[in-house]
């Protein structure tokens, strides 16, 4: 029986018609011309796009586009909430099909059913995810076509959160987050920087589009993945461990190597929890991210990643911090006594995953950062913490490796050492990437 269109669907498909880059119409976005160069990848991908409450659901319009520009077909179920910040006919019109919106539509149901909605995609992206989203999917709600719909895909999710940095540090969506990435969620974002309601600013913004769709594009390309189905744990960035409310222990790590690895592991097809320190360098798209601040919150954070096939410890952990953290502000003494300032070891973040065999990965390997003795140090250390590789790199102030591009490691195993070239710190990732998945493939 021919089904009877809404007129609203019919706009629908006209908007489409004119928006669509492969209809003809060139468009011209972030200064590409993409007529004609679909990749051959998005060939046929089916992206279901759920659209949740938030403010950042205006930009799930230009994500739409985007994923459209590059090839890839997208379906959208949007939230009741999503509805007041954006329309189902403005989505409909950029997807160039129906929105669905309702579980316990006759007529959705009739269609095409969400077991099938679900079932029918290569990818499911949520954007944007807002905190009672994140928290329905965590607890396995099923109550609304979203929640239905999640529940039931067997397709990979990408969550794109977004909500007021008030609630992502909010200990619930720090629990739910965990659970997710357990579950095999992956999240592209939140990225810090000023907010849409209220130029707040603090972590909690939505990833842009473009960060999106690189998420999506890292999933689903078919190149070579070669640690796809392997979860990878990195640590990255300094610690920073408190003596009193304003000042803290720290250390000159930017991050940069170890953020490099965990998107050089993404791109790899691995699912990566990147445990981070205080940086500035922006959380790599595609990684789930958890923040951290000092060693032992690290430390927690590792332990709750776990299991991972791969432990990549490249956080410069702080080796003490204060022995007793101040609750005010120290104060200068009239007499000038300086006060005294107690340390106490850090735990060894590396040290307690290696040798442990219930909780060891299959490769743990961790970094020797030194400024002498560079390889009796690393092999101190591969003994001493139960690595199976060291990347000693030598940071002293002349090699500029601290916060500087490039990098130059000697990997430091039972089989030897192996000196690698000064390049970058991203092509130390790829290298390193490529021996972990070799090494792994031949286990
Ligand atoms: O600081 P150290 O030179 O001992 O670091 C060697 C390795 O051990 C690095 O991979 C570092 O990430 C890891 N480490 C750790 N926890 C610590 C100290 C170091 O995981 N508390």
Redesign the pocket.
């Known amino acids: 029986m021919a089904k009877q269109k809404k007129p609203s669907l019919n706009l629908a498909e006209a908007a489409s018609a004119i928006m669509d880059p492969v209809g003809g119409i060139e468009l011209d976005t972030d200064g590409l011309r993409h007529r004609g160069t679909r990749s051959a990848m998005a060939e046929q991908k089916t992206i279901l796009l759920v659209i949740s409450g938030g403010i950042a659901a205006y930009k799930a319009l230009d994500l739409v586009r985007r994923l459209r520009e590059r090839g890839f077909a997208v379906k959208a179920v949007m939230t009741k909430a999503a509805e007041a910040f954006v329309t189902p006919l403005s989505v409909g019109a950029i997807t160039g099909g129906r929105v669905h919106t309702d579980l316990l539509s006759r007529e959705d149901e009739a269609d095409i059913g969400h077991i099938r909605l679900a079932r029918g995609a290569d990818l499911v992206v949520i954007a944007p995810a807002t905190a009672d989203l994140l928290a329905r999917m965590a607890g396995g709600h099923a109550d609304d076509l979203a929640t239905a719909v999640l529940l039931a895909t067997n397709a990979p999710v990408l969550a794109a959160p977004a909500m007021n940095p008030a609630m992502w540090a909010h200990p619930a969506t720090r629990r739910n987050v965990a659970q997710l990435a357990k579950d095999g969620v992956r999240f592209v974002g939140r990225n810090a920087g000023e907010r849409a309601e209220s130029g707040e600013a603090g972590p909690g913004r939505m990833a842009e589009p473009l960060e999106i769709v690189a998420a999506v594009e890292a999933i689903l390309s078919p190149a070579a993945r070669p640690l796809s189905g392997r979860h990878v744990v990195v640590?990255s960035g300094p610690t920073h461990e408190p003596i009193d409310p304003v000042r803290y222990i720290a250390n000159r790590s930017s991050g940069k190597q170890g953020h490099a690895i965990a998107a050089a592991a993404a791109a790899a097809g691995a699912r990566v929890t990147l445990v981070s320190g205080p940086v500035s360098v922006p959380d790599p798209a595609g990684v789930t991210v958890v923040h951290v601040e000092t060693?032992r919150e690290m430390l927690a954070a590792v332990a709750a990643a776990l299991p991972a096939d791969v432990a990549i410890?490249?956080?410069a952990?702080a080796?003490w911090r204060a022995a007793e953290e101040q609750a005010s502000k120290i104060k200068k003494q009239p007499s000038g006594a300086v006060p005294p300032l107690a340390l106490v070891e850090?735990?060894?973040?590396?040290a307690t995953v290696g040798p442990d065999p219930a909780r060891r990965p299959a490769l743990g390997v961790?970094?020797?950062?030194e400024t002498a003795n560079l390889l009796k140090n690393a092999e101190t250390?591969l003994a001493a913490?139960g690595a199976d590789w060291i990347l000693a790199n030598d940071v002293s102030p002349a090699t500029g490796v601290m916060g500087g591009d490039d990098n130059t490691i000697h990997l430091v195993s039972r089989a030897g050492v192996e000196d690698w070239p000064t390049m970058t710190k991203q092509a130390v990732a790829e290298r390193l990437v490529a021996r972990i998945a070799a090494t792994l493939a031949e286990r």
């Not at 850090?346 to 590396?350: M, Q, R």
């Not at 961790?366 to 950062?369: N, P, T």
Request: overall charge neutral; charged content about 20%; aromatic content about 6%.
């Open positions: 640590t060693a410890m490249a956080a952990v080796d850090n735990p060894d973040i590396l961790g970094f020797a950062a250390k913490k």
